[in-house]
Structure formats: C-alpha cells, structure tokens
C-alpha cells in the first residue's frame, strides 16, 4: 500500500464529494437554486410546515415570524432562505455570523432593513455574544439600544427597527443558546435526502444544464451523493465532463460509473480519504480499536481532517464507530472493502466481539 498518495492533504473544499462550496460552485449553485417552495424537492414536512407559515402571514398582510433552518452544509439552507423571501415578495439581505464581528456592525444593518425586508444570518451559531444579546431583543421588541460614548458616560439610545423576518441557518443547532433558539417561531431541521429524491435533483439540474441523461445514470449519480444536493450537482458536473470528452455527451449508467471511478467516487460514495481511512483501520489495525491521532498518521492526515471530514461520513453510513477505546469498523466496513474480518483466539472476529454479533 503506497501511503503517500494520500498525503498531499486535500482539504475540505478540493474534495470531491466534501460538502463546502468551492468558486465553481457558488456559480452554478446560484443558477441551480430552485425559485419556489413547488421547485423544491424533498423535505416535504419542512416545506409543508413553511408553506403554512408563509400562506398565513400573506394573508395576515404581516410579516413571517422568524425561521431557523438547521442541517448538514448542501442540503438546501441558503436556498430555503431565499425561498422565504420570494415567496413573501421581500428583499433579502445576506450576512453571516462570522461577518458580524461587534453589535455595532449588527446595529447597522438591522437599522438599515426595510419592512418586511428578510435578513438571512448564516452561520448564526458563530455570532459574537455582545451581537447575539443585540439579537435577542431585535427578534423580540423589534428594537435595538445603541450605545453612544464608553464608560460611565455612555448612554444606551433605543432604536425602533420596522418588522422583520430574521432567518438563521446553522449546521450545528446544539451550539445555539436556548435563548436564542426560542425566539425562533419556527424551526426546520433538514434531514438528508432519499436517492429518488436526489435523482429528482440530478435530473432538474441536467434539464437546466443541458444534459441529457437517462433514469439510470441519474441512480447512480444520486447512490454516491451522500444524502446531500450540493453533492449531486457536483458529481452530475464531473460525470458530465467524462461524458463530453469520452463520450457522445449522455449520461448513461455505463458512463457515470466509468466517470466516478475516475473520480474516485465508489459506489457508496466514499472517496480516497474515507477508503484511505477504512483501509488503515482494516489492514493496520485489523478494525481496531485504534486512536484517533494514530489513525491519522497512519493516513498521513491531520487529526482533524480525520475527524471533520472523513469520520462523519463514515459514522453515519454505519462503516466505523467512535468508542471509548478508540476507533473500530464495523462489520460492514469489512464487507464494503471486501476483506475478511481476522479471527481472534475466541474463534469469533475481533468484531463480532464488539458488536456483540
Ligand atoms: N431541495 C432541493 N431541490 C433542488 N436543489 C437543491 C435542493 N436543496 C439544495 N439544492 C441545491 O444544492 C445546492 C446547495 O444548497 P444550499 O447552498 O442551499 O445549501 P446550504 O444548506 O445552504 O449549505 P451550507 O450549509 O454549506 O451553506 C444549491 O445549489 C441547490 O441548487
Ligand atoms: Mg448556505
């Protein structure tokens, strides 16, 4: 096993099937973003329940009551935002938890909105405190103190703020306070998407692109796309590419197996990092237990990419599990590589005896 090609770390954003935007995607995100609740695929309770909430406040002539839309990265947060704001006829105004560094840079945009005007708050969970008690009251009395001078003779100076509709998204809501969660009067939690309703995507988006491809390409585009849209808009894009240049340009099965094969995308939609990891926990370390930070060397990796990148994935689609003791496969990890689990002295797999199976 040749280690080193894994070590010239690719991070989160080169990585194929990771789940940050990269340029690219930004751009192509942008003309692929559904308009409309009805263009929205999946999520059918969150979109049922939003439609609720946007149908009632048009008919009230009111402002929407505050949403907080919380999942993975690529699942359609930003998006939804949008949504919000266009099913309401309102303008939006974009920023984000990290960009808002003191109350005052909070203070200045909250005063500048319209009424009715959307603020989208990405990344709410990265607010700085002093902004986030800002927020409180703004969500709450639709008003902010703005404080004028510093010490004893500062003075705090109410500001009345017209109605508005904050939307926040997050990718980690336990990191919200309470306090800041409840003032929401709705909360999407976006799950991972079904592959027929990724399918449902792949084919909106070739439509768009100008792309054909049949029902079964588009299958195997959306079995290697990790429950996530962003993903399978990414990899239509690459299986694209191997179609125009190998090809006649149409996506078939044939085609986008060949093409992510490339890519290093296999058939469950792991990539080189994550087999790179279930290889080493399977063949260095007979499927542990095993520490993290040895794992990580192992792969030549940060321990951090391990965890963050690799290891999320990997849990979710029951392949490895974080115990006490240290990282172990599971049963089916061994299956997915298609490796023998070793027997111990017990004459059951080291495995079995973890599992209890
Ligand atoms: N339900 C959906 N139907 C069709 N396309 C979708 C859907 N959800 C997301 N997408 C597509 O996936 C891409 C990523 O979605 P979006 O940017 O909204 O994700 P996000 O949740 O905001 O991610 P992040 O947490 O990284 O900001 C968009 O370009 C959009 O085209
Ligand atoms: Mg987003």
């Keep these: 096993m040749n280690w080193d090609d894994t070590t010239d770390a690719d991070s989160a954003e080169e990585r194929l099937v990771g789940s940050v935007a990269d340029r690219e995607d930004q751009a192509v995100e942008a003309a692929l973003r559904p308009k409309d609740l009805g263009e929205f695929i999946g999520q059918e309770k969150v979109r049922e329940q939003l439609d609720l909430v946007l149908r009632a406040a048009r008919a009230r002539g009111a402002t929407a009551d505050h949403v907080l839309l919380s999942g993975a990265p690529g699942l359609g947060k930003t998006t939804l935002s949008m949504i919000i704001a266009a099913e309401m006829g309102a303008p939006i105004r974009i920023t984000s938890g990290p960009a808002i560094q003191h109350a005052g840079d909070l203070a ?5 909105l319209q009424e009715g005007e959307v603020l989208f708050l990405d990344e709410i969970h990265r607010m700085s405190r002093p902004a986030e008690e800002m927020l409180y009251m703004a969500m709450e009395d639709f008003r902010v103190d703005v404080i004028v001078g510093k010490g ?3 003075t705090a100076i109410p500001l009345e703020l017209p109605p508005f509709t904050l939307v926040g998204a997050t990718t980690r809501a336990g990191l919200l306070p ?40 588009a299958a195997e585009i959306a079995g290697r796309s990790r429950g996530t849209p962003r993903i399978a808009n990414r990899l239509l894009r690459r299986v694209r590419d191997y179609a125009q240049v190998k090809a006649d340009g149409v ?19 792991l990539d080189r990092l994550d087999r790179a990891v279930l290889e080493a926990l399977l063949k260095l370390f007979g499927g542990g237990p095993v520490g993290l930070s040895t ?10 990419t391990v965890e963050e990148v690799a290891e999320p994935f990997l849990v979710r689609e029951g392949l490895l599990a974080r115990t006490p003791r240290g990282r172990v496969a599971t049963p ?19 495995q079995q005896d973890l599992f209890g199976t």
Excluded: C, K, N
């Design 152 to 154: 004893p003779g500062a």
């Design 178 to 217: 309470p306090p800041l969660r409840d003032r929401f009067g709705f909360t999407a939690h976006m799950e991972f998407y079904e592959p027929a309703e990724l399918q449902r995507v792949i084919h909106r988006s070739a439509h768009l692109l100008d792309v054909e491809i049949d029902t079964a390409g």
């Design 295 to 304: 794992l990580a060397v192992a792969v030549g990796e940060e321990r951090e």
């Design 251 to 269: 996506i078939t099965r044939d085609i986008a197996e060949a093409a992510l094969a490339v890519y290093e995308v296999d058939a469950r939609g």
């Design 332 to 350: 089916a990890a061994w299956a997915h590589l298609g490796l023998t689990p070793p027997r111990t002295a017990a004459g059951g797999s080291a």
């Design 108 to 112: 200045a945009i909250l005063s500048s």
